[in-house]
């Protein structure tokens, strides 16, 4: 059973920045990060494949960076050029499928809490 703790949500202006951060109690290869806006369904925002490839919904490309340090379990977002449309709440997620999953939530075992981002315009 893996444990996902997220941080670093909040309020923040259009245009701004915000880092969100998630720490796995252990090792698992595929995690990603999602978002549920209110009445809406979860969708997956980014997905690490590895060290050099991470997979990123179009809507969050060129503005949404995530990092992963496997030293110590953990999946930041950095979130640029923030807009209105963002504001949901962000989860992490981890998967144990042998495959890549991509950013399909079903295939996600793992979930954490979530934390909050609010863009306001």
């Known amino acids: 059973q893996v444990q996902l703790v997220e941080s670093g949500g909040g309020s923040v202006q259009a245009g701004g920045s915000l880092r969100l951060s998630c720490v796995a109690s252990g090792y698992i290869h595929w995690m990603a990060w999602f978002r549920q806006a209110p009445g809406a369904e979860r969708e997956g925002v980014a997905v690490?494949?590895?060290?050099?490839?991470?997979v990123y919904d179009d809507s969050v490309k060129g503005r949404f960076t995530a990092s992963r340090d496997n030293t110590r379990n953990t999946l930041d977002l950095q979130m640029s050029s923030l807009k209105p449309e963002d504001t949901a709440m962000y989860y992490c997620?981890?998967?144990?499928?042998?495959?890549?999953?991509?950013?399909?939530?079903?295939?996600?075992?793992?979930w954490g809490q979530g934390t909050q981002v609010t863009v306001s315009s």
């Open positions: 997620a981890a998967s144990s499928a042998g495959a890549f999953p991509g950013l399909e939530v079903s295939a996600y075992h793992y």
């Open positions: 690490w494949r590895s060290s050099s490839i991470t």
